[in-house]
């Protein structure tokens, strides 16, 4: 989306799904969770019955945040995105971390 209007964007991993963490519960596959909230047909489609979440085969991949900026703010995004990432500190992240993740988690 933010390509084509043409917005200045970077994303920042914060963790990784961890199937203990992120399983669904109840209030997720009851129709709309109570919420109301998004389209039930694209609720039941994720996370209803036979849905396509499907937390141990996505145990590992990285969850991040996205920083948009407005166009021309390319400096900004990115000191905003060093801001954000000091904040949040040490977190396992680069080359060869989803090895020692995945071997962490046995």
Same mark, same amino acid.
């Given at each position: 989306?933010?390509?084509?209007?043409?917005?200045?964007?970077?994303?920042?991993?914060?963790?990784?799904?961890?199937?203990?963490?992120?399983?669904?519960? +109840? !209030?997720?596959? %009851?129709?709309?969770?109570? #919420?109301?909230?998004?389209?039930?047909?694209? /609720?039941?489609?994720?996370?209803?019955?036979?849905?396509?979440?499907?937390?141990?085969?996505?145990?590992?991949?990285?969850?991040?945040?996205?920083?948009?900026?407005?166009?021309? +703010? !390319?400096?900004? %995004?990115?000191?905003?995105? #060093?801001?954000?990432?000091?904040?949040?500190? /040490?977190?396992?992240?680069?080359?060869?971390?989803?090895?020692?993740?995945?071997?962490?988690?046995?």
């Amino acid at each position: 989306m933010y390509n084509v209007v043409d917005s200045p964007v970077g994303q920042i991993p914060v963790t990784r799904v961890d199937p203990k963490l992120d399983a669904l519960t +109840e !209030e997720w596959t %009851v129709r709309g969770g109570g #919420k109301g909230q998004g389209s039930s047909q694209v /609720e039941a489609q994720l996370y209803g019955k036979g849905g396509i979440y499907d937390v141990e085969a996505m145990a590992g991949l990285p969850v991040g945040v996205q920083i948009a900026g407005k166009s021309w +703010e !390319e400096e900004k %995004v990115v000191e905003m995105m #060093k801001v954000v990432d000091r904040a949040l500190g /040490e977190r396992g992240f680069g080359p060869g971390s989803y090895r020692k993740w995945k071997e962490s988690r046995r």
